[in-house]
């Protein structure tokens, strides 16, 4: 997307009118956790959920939290300000502060998720049914102007933006109810109102690639409503294309142990944009990897299938094998790792399977030795040499007797989807979620977006495997 393919389209949303269509959205009772960094944005959102619950009748529990990052000398007071204010409102305030070493390469990326993953422990600790952020529809247009600057960007999901609403760590669904409104008018609302807000200098730092397009993008009111329209489109488009692959996986799709795939050639004869799209979903789950193989590496892969001789090839540390009435995709045998376990610890292995250690003594996570004739007892379904792939690729707990008294806890991670399911994707992670043999997904409380989604009931999750780098520790 080099710049909006239309003149006109829909007209961005008031703050007020966008908080109130997901007040009227939202199930009456709700403990909402607001994300506040002391901005304009955020700084809004919280105000006009305050304002506006309280004239729609609203059961709504407001809790506000300010995770400092602790990147600049000022962000402590920042943070107390934040707090001041939403004492002046009568709403609870958390300041969570980020201590310890911080990484000298991507920050920007570390911080995000230390942010997200802070948000969503202390809404599980404090049972919160929702985590609201800011983001504006500013925010949308930067952030799909710069994945469309990227080589192959041409007609890729990214381009649909961020979600309107996003399961986190599989546990807690956040929204982003401000996204189709400009963050000019949220500062009016504000400055109608006396309040005023803090400006991160970070946002105008020209070492990020955000700051340099912020400070270059002038948009009229005509190229807003272009760029929205080509956003809603691309975002419906995605949702449709991420329902279609899911048909196809329940149709065509035997997965086996939550490590190999068998999918029937037949769907070769489907749509070739779905099926790509369900082998790259696919792929990445198998592989452990939060994103699907490259576009490159895709298309080489639908060349292979199409050209119609069986063989191999490999992409994204996955070997699809391709014979004569099945493909069959499993973790290559290279680089897999051996990794302890501290007691009481929980790791990713692999990132492919969280692990826990419930009892007193370290224990040792790594793959299984060759062995065919275990490997044909634990997989008889599966061609002799992929049963054997597909068994080393399976973790085994040293020492064994560990396993065997039930210290040792054992999931299947859902790669691409584990840390951060958006909306768009639900279905097609719901698919593989139950061919994986994994928990379903909590249910969100946004009753406009579930009466859109079939398949979900919700179960208590246990807490998600989290990267300690992240506490700081």
Same mark, same amino acid.
């Given at each position: 997307?080099?710049?909006?393919?239309?003149?006109?389209?829909?007209?961005?949303?008031?703050?007020?009118?966008?908080?109130?269509?997901?007040?009227?959205?939202?199930?009456?009772?709700?403990?909402?956790?607001?994300?506040?960094?002391?901005?304009?944005?955020?700084?809004?959102?919280?105000?006009?959920?305050?304002?506006?619950?309280?004239?729609?009748?609203?059961?709504?529990?407001?809790?506000?939290?300010?995770? /400092?990052? *602790?990147?600049?000398?000022?962000?402590?007071?920042?943070?107390?300000?934040?707090?001041?204010?939403?004492?002046?409102?009568?709403?609870?305030?958390?300041?969570?502060?980020?201590?310890?070493?911080?990484?000298?390469?991507?920050?920007?990326?570390?911080?995000?998720?230390?942010?997200?993953?802070?948000?969503?422990?202390?809404?599980?600790?404090?049972?919160?049914?929702?985590?609201?952020?800011? !983001? @504006?529809?500013?925010?949308?247009?930067?952030?799909?102007?710069?994945?469309?600057?990227?080589?192959?960007?041409?007609? @890729?999901?990214?381009?649909?933006?961020?979600?309107?609403?996003?399961?986190?760590?599989?546990?807690?669904?956040?929204?982003?109810?401000?996204?189709?409104?400009? %963050?000019?008018?949220?500062?009016?609302?504000?400055?109608? *109102?006396?309040?005023? =807000?803090?400006?991160?200098?970070?946002?105008?730092?020209?070492?990020?690639?955000? *700051?340099?397009?912020? +400070?270059?993008?002038?948009?009229?009111?005509?190229?807003?409503?272009?760029?929205?329209?080509?956003?809603?489109?691309?975002?419906?488009?995605? +949702?449709?294309?991420?329902? *279609?692959?899911?048909?196809?996986?329940?149709? !065509?799709?035997?997965?086996?142990?939550?490590?190999?795939?068998?999918?029937?050639?037949?769907?070769?004869?489907?749509?070739?944009?779905?099926?790509?799209?369900?082998?790259?979903?696919?792929?990445?789950?198998?592989?452990?990897?939060?994103?699907?193989?490259?576009?490159?590496?895709?298309?080489?892969?639908?060349?292979?299938?199409?050209?119609?001789?069986?063989?191999?090839?490999?992409?994204?540390?996955?070997?699809?094998? =391709?014979?004569?009435?099945?493909?069959?995709?499993?973790?290559?045998?290279?680089?897999?790792?051996?990794?302890?376990?501290?007691?009481?610890?929980?790791?990713? =292995?692999?990132?492919?399977?969280?692990?826990?250690?419930?009892?007193?003594?370290?224990? @040792?996570?790594?793959?299984?030795?060759?062995?065919?004739?275990?490997?044909?007892?634990?997989?008889?379904?599966?061609?002799?040499?992929?049963?054997?792939?597909?068994?080393?690729?399976?973790?085994?707990?040293?020492? /064994?007797?560990?396993?065997?008294?039930?210290?040792?806890?054992?999931?299947?991670?859902?790669?691409?989807?584990? %840390?951060?399911?958006?909306?768009?994707?639900?279905?097609?992670?719901?698919?593989?979620?139950?061919?994986?043999?994994?928990?379903?997904?909590?249910?969100?409380?946004?009753?406009?977006?579930?009466?859109?989604?079939?398949?979900?009931?919700?179960?208590?999750?246990? @807490?998600?495997?989290?990267?300690?780098?992240?506490?700081?520790?």
């Amino acid at each position: 997307m080099t710049g909006p393919a239309q003149a006109h389209g829909p007209s961005p949303l008031s703050p007020v009118e966008a908080v109130t269509r997901f007040l009227a959205d939202l199930s009456r009772s709700a403990r909402i956790l607001v994300a506040v960094s002391g901005g304009s944005d955020s700084l809004g959102l919280l105000y006009l959920l305050h304002q506006l619950s309280a004239s729609m009748g609203a059961q709504l529990d407001l809790l506000a939290v300010t995770i /400092d990052h *602790a990147l600049r000398p000022q962000s402590a007071a920042e943070a107390r300000d934040v707090a001041r204010f939403c004492e002046a409102l009568g709403i609870r305030h958390i300041i969570d502060r980020w201590d310890g070493i911080k990484p000298t390469g991507g920050l920007s990326a570390a911080a995000r998720e230390a942010r997200y993953d802070r948000l969503c422990r202390i809404a599980m600790a404090e049972r919160a049914s929702l985590i609201v952020t800011g !983001h @504006t529809l500013d925010d949308q247009i930067e952030t799909v102007l710069m994945r469309a600057g990227r080589p192959g960007s041409e007609g @890729t999901p990214g381009l649909s933006g961020m979600a309107p609403s996003v399961l986190i760590n599989h546990a807690v669904w956040l929204s982003r109810p401000l996204l189709a409104s400009r %963050r000019q008018a949220i500062r009016n609302c504000l400055s109608d *109102a006396g309040i005023g =807000w803090v400006d991160d200098p970070s946002n105008t730092d020209p070492r990020f690639e955000r *700051a340099r397009l912020r +400070a270059d993008l002038r948009l009229g009111d005509e190229e807003v409503r272009a760029h929205l329209a080509d956003i809603s489109a691309a975002s419906l488009q995605r +949702a449709a294309l991420g329902d *279609a692959a899911s048909q196809l996986l329940d149709e !065509h799709l035997t997965f086996h142990r939550g490590v190999a795939a068998a999918l029937s050639t037949t769907m070769l004869h489907t749509d070739e944009t779905v099926w790509m799209h369900a082998l790259g979903a696919l792929a990445a789950v198998v592989g452990g990897r939060p994103h699907a193989p490259s576009r490159g590496s895709l298309t080489r892969l639908a060349a292979f299938l199409k050209s119609g001789r069986a063989g191999r090839m490999t992409a994204g540390r996955v070997v699809f094998d =391709w014979r004569r009435d099945h493909l069959f995709l499993v973790r290559e045998s290279r680089n897999l790792p051996e990794q302890a376990v501290l007691p009481g610890e929980a790791v990713r =292995w692999d990132d492919r399977f969280c692990v826990t250690n419930a009892g007193t003594e370290a224990l @040792t996570i790594g793959p299984h030795a060759a062995d065919r004739d275990a490997a044909r007892d634990a997989f008889p379904l599966l061609p002799g040499s992929v049963a054997l792939q597909a068994y080393r690729s399976l973790p085994q707990v040293i020492p /064994d007797e560990a396993a065997a008294n039930g210290r040792t806890g054992i999931r299947p991670l859902l790669g691409p989807y584990d %840390r951060f399911l958006p909306q768009f994707d639900l279905k097609l992670a719901i698919s593989l979620a139950k061919q994986a043999g994994l928990d379903e997904f909590p249910p969100s409380p946004l009753n406009v977006f579930m009466r859109k989604t079939s398949g979900l009931s919700g179960v208590a999750l246990a @807490t998600p495997c989290r990267d300690p780098m992240l506490d700081g520790k």
